[in-house]
């Protein structure tokens, strides 16, 4: 199971810090994936940590702002979101695939998620 959680309400230019914690599974073994969605949009991949290691990958939208890592200890991963804007706003989600399979950092399958957590950026 997957908690995603620290969204929250910030000005633009603010930052947040969401973190996806695993319960019944060593998150270190999977790539994990965070998503988002907003109205009326499809889900976006924002950004994606290889398993057992360090290398990742970001989509153009949040590359330069958003930083993914792994902690190990607490059997999680964070995304550290930074300058944020308007156009953030969203429920985000954390993903992984069960079966372990990866592609380019990411999980090739996503079909465990956490229950998504909302970001609102406004002034």
């Known amino acids: 199971q997957l908690q995603a959680s620290g969204g929250g309400w910030v000005q633009p230019g603010g930052s947040l810090r969401l973190s996806c914690v695993a319960s019944?599974?060593?998150?270190?073994?999977?790539?994990v994936g965070w998503f988002r969605q907003a109205p009326g949009k499809e889900r976006e991949r924002l950004s994606c940590?290889?398993?057992?290691?360090?290398?990742?990958r970001y989509s153009n939208s949040v590359k330069g702002r958003f930083t993914i890592s792994r902690d190990k200890d607490n059997n999680a991963v964070y995304l550290q979101m930074s300058n944020l804007n308007p156009e953030d706003t969203a429920v985000y989600y954390c993903?992984?695939?069960?079966?372990?399979?990866?592609?380019?950092?990411?999980?090739?399958?996503?079909?465990?998620w956490g229950q998504g957590t909302q970001v609102t950026v406004s002034s």
């Open positions: 940590i290889e398993s057992g290691g360090g290398r990742t």
């Open positions: 019944g599974r060593t998150l270190q073994d999977y790539a």
């Open positions: 993903a992984v695939d069960s079966h372990r399979n990866e592609v380019d950092f990411c999980p090739y399958k996503p079909d465990r």
